[in-house]
């Protein structure tokens, strides 16, 4: 799954010209982009790649290169934006013949061995999905263009737009709840479902209520408090 991932990753989303070059959000480079329509741009002959190799203009600090650099590298993170969103329900398309059928068995054994781990948690996503004045948001340690992907092959496209996937690999998870909140707003109720140590410390920050998954069951319990309870 992480070969096809990746594989995913570069050949569509160009992780190879990106992978220095992450950004928490997808509009996050969006000033830089003039609006040029990019149906006829060719991405392989722009010089991005050559100018990213012969200079350290992808720093983590969020040093900016020159201004046509950072225009090129602003139509990348759009053409990624436009892709994700035409496939975002249809994600097998972006795969070809061979590797989707490798995505379906490889989700099917997936599923197998973890029990039906993702089924669990689509139950939930998708019952806060269907709600009015509900939205669900990812925050992710994993880098902000394989996490596209990722989302895509794990059939997860339809419940998380693309706009509301943040990357907390530069920035830490506080940073990213801390930036979904100012665009949110103070009045939303906000309920953090994890896993793990960063993002409880960081909702105990923010003073959002955590509800930690650990096992199937924990599943179970989020879907009756979401269903009965109304959380």
């Known amino acids: 799954m992480e070969k096809l991932i990746f594989d995913l990753a570069d050949t569509h989303f160009f992780f190879n010209d990106l992978e220095e070059c992450d950004q928490v959000h997808i509009d996050d480079v969006s000033s830089d982009d003039n609006g040029q329509d990019l149906s006829n741009y060719n991405f392989a002959t722009d010089g991005f790649s050559a100018a990213n190799n012969n200079a350290s203009l992808c720093l983590g600090t969020g040093v900016r290169g020159g201004v046509d650099w950072m225009r090129k ?78 989302v895509l092959l794990y059939g997860l496209g339809s419940i998380f737009p693309i706009e509301n996937i943040y990357s907390a690999t530069k920035v830490g998870k506080e940073s990213c709840f801390e930036r979904i909140a100012s665009r949110f707003g103070r009045k939303p109720v906000y309920v953090v479902v994890g896993d793990g140590r960063d993002e409880e410390m960081a909702a105990k920050q923010l003073d959002f209520p955590f509800w930690r998954i650990q096992t199937h069951h924990d599943f179970v319990n989020l879907y009756k408090a979401l269903s009965i309870c109304g959380l």
């Open 73 to 150: 590298l602003a139509f990348r993170y759009r053409k990624i934006k436009e892709l994700f969103n035409s496939c975002r329900n249809n994600s097998g398309s972006l795969l070809d013949p061979e590797n989707r059928e490798k995505w379906h068995r490889v989700r099917q054994d997936i599923e197998t061995l973890t029990d039906q781990w993702l089924t669990e948690a689509m139950k939930c996503l998708q019952l806060i999905a269907s709600r009015p004045n509900c939205v669900n948001v990812l925050v992710t340690t994993t880098q902000l263009v394989p996490a596209l992907a990722k």
